[in-house]
């Protein structure tokens, strides 16, 4: 297609777009996913020291995607802090929990001859938080984890189901596009077969936002929220992002932060 062509845009459901991503969400560069990756390690950190002195915790991941982060969560490094009892995967897209399920059973096959302990129960569950279902484990996650997922809900659908999973006094990890990168864009991706730009349903928040209506549903911020701009020093072959962020730069793109449930639930 040639560069002075528009690409052609087709707007889809949030389910039908994460369907049809999932066969190359691992693969095709997203800058926001490779950010995700490189910053959510210190909030786990946070959430699990708060978590430290509990006994083995359960976590609900609202919004697992392929499981890159549930993945994570599998990890010896992690549980070395608080031992996890289970951990319940829950996304809209049946092609997402595929890969999920997938990429988690190869990950747990590498390591149990090298394991110490039993691994987490592990379960994964189809999941619409604008249409929910009882799926049984509601209000017993001490750990609600979900990145990249609330530009996709109104914010008030987002507190109500990361708040429903959660104990009272429960921990809640989020990050989310930035406001200035979803004023500018929004979730989405090349189709290779199609050669569309395909997008779903997008809400932009800004962080002031974010935390007004988490109060609301009894959530307050537990030290500070974290922010992240593209930077030159992000750009390149062999970089954080490549070449493909260099549009970015100078743009705040990501942010992030650690929540408790600690005023109750505001059903």
Request: net charge negative.
């Amino acid at each position: 297609m040639s560069s002075s062509t528009p690409r052609p845009v087709q707007s889809v459901s949030n389910t039908e777009l994460y369907n049809r991503w999932a066969k190359v969400y691992d693969t095709d560069g997203n800058i926001l996913q490779a950010i995700d990756d490189a910053l959510l390690p210190p909030l786990l950190d946070q959430a699990f020291q708060l978590l430290s002195s509990s006994s083995p915790i359960s976590i609900t991941e609202l919004g697992c995607g392929t499981g890159r982060n549930t993945a994570k969560l599998l990890l010896p490094s992690l549980t070395t802090i608080v031992p996890i009892k289970s951990i319940t995967a829950l996304d809209l897209s049946e092609g997402m929990l595929s890969v999920a399920k997938q990429r988690c059973e190869s990950l747990l096959a590498s390591t149990a001859s090298t394991a110490t302990s039993a691994p987490p129960t592990l379960n994964f569950h189809v999941f619409d938080a604008l249409s929910p279902s009882d799926l049984g484990v509601e209000g017993s996650a001490d750990l609600v984890l979900s990145t990249l997922v609330l530009e996709h809900l109104p914010i008030d659908t987002f507190f109500k189901a990361a708040s429903s999973f959660l104990k009272p006094n429960g921990v809640l990890v989020v990050t989310n596009m930035h406001a200035d990168m979803g004023r500018i864009s929004q979730a989405g991706f090349v189709d290779p077969e199609s050669g569309e730009k395909v997008r779903g349903t997008s809400f932009v928040y800004e962080i002031q936002e974010v935390l007004d209506e988490g109060r609301k549903w009894g959530f307050e911020v537990l030290g500070s929220v974290g922010e992240r701009e593209v930077g030159e020093k992000d750009i390149g072959e062999g970089k954080l992002l490549g070449p493909r962020g260099k549009k970015w730069v100078g743009v705040d793109v990501w942010f992030g932060l650690v929540m408790s449930l600690s005023g109750g639930r505001a059903f």
